[in-house]
């Protein structure tokens, strides 16, 4: 019913920047009424919430990316974005994009993120 496709990822030094992109497709549901979140899961740990944007705007971050990391939408592109600035190696993860809308969410298949010297 909803497909998400993230892209954007790569390998960047420390204090690089990268802009994750998820490109959101249905028939059924659309962008407008969505909460989108990224989280992120680095090996051998929990996957973490990492910024969140409601339909109607709000926004919300982890404090380990508050003022380094900006969540944003265009709905008429039906593409959330995660604008990642001053990049540290521990920002490094699989990043994932989630659609929420009532009961129903939806994930991407994920964007490999690394940050190395």
């Known amino acids: 019913q909803v497909q998400l496709v993230e892209s954007g990822g790569g390998l960047v030094q420390p204090g690089e920047s990268l802009r994750l992109s998820c490109a959101v497709s249905?028939?059924?549901?659309?962008?407008?009424?969505?909460?989108m979140t990224w989280y992120r899961q680095a090996p051998g740990k929990q996957r973490e919430l990492v910024a969140a944007?409601?339909?109607?705007?709000?926004?919300n971050y982890a404090n380990s990316v508050k003022g380094r990391f900006t969540i944003s939408r265009d709905n008429a592109k039906s593409t959330a974005y995660l604008q990642m600035n001053s990049l540290k190696p521990e920002d490094t993860a699989v990043y994932y994009c989630?659609?929420?809308?009532?009961?129903?969410?939806?994930w991407g298949q994920g964007t490999q993120v690394t940050v190395s010297s």
């Open positions: 989630n659609a929420k809308f009532l009961i129903n969410d939806w």
């Open positions: 249905s028939t059924a549901f659309s962008i407008y009424t969505m909460t």
């Open positions: 944007i409601t339909e109607g705007g709000r926004t």
